[in-house]
């Protein structure tokens, strides 16, 4: 275990020079305070839960100091924001402060979130706020323990400088985790700024440092995207199952390395909606809960765009060609799961399908609704349930084949218990839960945070006196209007 001023760094990406990205020093905001951090976010650089207790903490995680080895640098990149090309984006507020090299070998960028104003801040004031940081770290966090994929979150600081967005708020900096910072938009901006020789550096980097397996390949760039798609459908499968919308899928906030990335105005579903929309800003639909899997394809499009200096289209056409079938075979997998089922049998993608729709305009939520149905035996379980459903009809015929399918398993209720509990999470972060420690900490006090942090890194465990976190939400936290501005 290591102090927290004794981090190693290689800041491979720094090397790679000023086309990629630039040197920009942290704007420190006043009278930083830690906020919350993650003990398991934490031991991925070796760093032990006390140095939470540690006020230098607070200063790294705010700009007041900087670890020996770090090299700030904002990351140029592009990308098409809500179907449209911008040619120019960039880190205009995060700052890459470098990579960290494990005890275990294993490289994770630590990236600083509301650093200041960068060349890349366009009309924005490089700032992010306390509502989006805490935001940011408690999903980033809660979709690792779920066993989704993410970037990670190592603490949230918070301080008194005044930050204008609809409102007056504060200014709060988020210490961010991943094995890479490169998006999708990275491999944009450099084709179509027709910067041939910096778009091969960037792949051949990506290749090297996170895609060695496909430099074994005979064609690497192409086994690359191949990589790509297959990682994203996996991805976008567990979005779909455990009833996640991303909001805002444009294609600089798509990680290269398949991980959710770039938390906004997201949200878990609450009452099944597939036509749920968590963006406020999103009028037309474009990310809507149903949307994000034609969106994740149409993204893997404009990457494989950025591509063809490198590979041939038939090729990237068939690896596009992948995407859906692989989604729809994780996603049943992962949904098989859910309904308790250890083996695939023919029909079962109608049986979700099926449920799905007496689900929808029903007032079900979505993930009690998966709790519930492993608590009791099928039979009262399904009892329970139909009180939600506005087809009761239909229903009893879905519970009939349902019921029908476990008994062909065979296998004890105890069992079917423990193995849906693992799968199903008990806890999930809603959006009202995130708003309630947000006010409290926008008063001062964290210690609600610390708590719902606490409890959504153990979703599936029950957690005796924490269950007013496992409720229903009240109505007004079903309709909560969560806008872009962060
Ligand atoms: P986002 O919508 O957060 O994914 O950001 C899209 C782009 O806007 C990225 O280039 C961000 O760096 C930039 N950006 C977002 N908020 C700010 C801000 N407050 N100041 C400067 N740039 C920002
Ligand atoms: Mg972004």
Redesign the pocket.
């Known amino acids: 275990m290591k102090n927290l001023d004794e981090l190693h760094f290689d800041n491979r990406y720094a090397r790679l020079g000023n086309a990629f990205s630039v040197a920009v020093a942290p704007d420190p905001i006043d009278e930083p305070r830690l906020v919350v951090a993650s003990e398991a976010a934490l031991a991925l650089l070796d760093l032990e839960p006390a140095v939470q207790d540690d006020p230098l903490l607070a200063q790294l995680g705010s700009g007041h100091r900087l670890w020996a080895g770090a090299e700030p640098r904002a990351m140029v990149y592009s990308g098409h924001q809500f179907g449209v090309y911008n040619p120019r984006?960039?880190?205009?507020?995060?700052l890459l402060l470098g990579e960290v090299i494990n005890a275990a070998g294993e490289y994770w960028d630590l990236h600083l979130k509301g650093a200041g104003l960068t060349p890349?801040?366009?009309m924005?004031?490089?700032?992010?706020v306390l509502r989006s940081t805490i935001r940011e770290f408690l999903a980033s966090e809660h979709l690792h323990a779920l066993g989704i994929p993410t970037s990670r979150a190592l603490c949230v600081t918070g301080s008194t400088t005044p930050v204008w967005r609809e409102r007056q708020e504060s200014a709060a900096m988020l210490l961010r985790l991943a094995p890479s910072h490169v998006r999708f938009g990275h491999f944009e901006y450099f084709y179509y700024s027709d910067q041939r020789e910096q778009l091969r550096i960037l792949a051949e980097h990506v290749l090297r440092c996170h895609f060695p397996a496909c430099l074994e390949q005979p064609a690497p760039h192409a086994a690359l995207f191949r990589e790509v798609v297959e990682r994203t459908a996996e991805l976008l499968a567990y979005w779909q199952a455990y009833g996640f919308c991303h909001g805002?899928m444009?294609t600089?906030?798509m990680s290269i390395l398949g991980i959710t990335f770039?938390y906004?105005p997201y949200a878990f579903l609450d009452d099944f909606d597939a036509n749920h929309v968590c963006n406020h800003s999103d009028d037309s639909g474009r990310y809507s809960f149903s949307n994000q899997v034609p969106i994740a394809h149409w993204n893997l499009a404009a990457l494989a765009q950025a591509l063809t200096p490198f590979v041939g289209v038939d090729e990237l056409r068939a690896s596009l060609g992948l995407f859906l079938p692989l989604f729809q075979a994780h996603y049943l997998d992962l949904m098989r799961r859910r309904l308790g089922l250890a083996s695939a049998a023919e029909g079962d993608q109608e049986l979700v399908q099926r449920l799905l729709q007496l689900m929808q305009g029903s007032a079900v939520d979505y993930s009690r609704f998966f709790r519930q149905l492993g608590e009791e035996a099928p039979e009262q379980a399904l009892r329970i349930l139909r009180e939600d459903f506005v087809d009761l009809a239909g229903f009893d015929a879905w519970g009939a084949a349902y019921r029908a399918r476990v008994d062909s398993e065979g296998g004890s209720q105890a069992e079917r218990r423990t193995r849906m509990h693992a799968v199903n999470p008990k806890y999930v972060l809603r959006n009202y839960l995130a708003q309630q420690v947000i006010e409290a900490a926008e008063q001062g006090d964290y210690a609600p945070v610390r708590e719902l942090h606490a409890v959504l890194s153990q979703p599936y465990a029950e957690q005796p006196g924490m269950e007013r976190y496992a409720e229903r939400p009240p109505e007004w936290g079903k309709h909560l209007e969560i806008s872009?501005s962060?």
Not at 89 to 94: H, K, P
Not at 124 to 128: I, L, Q, T, V
């Open positions: 984006l960039g880190d205009g507020r995060g890349y801040s366009r924005g004031d490089g700032r992010a805002v444009n600089d906030n770039d906004g872009c962060s």
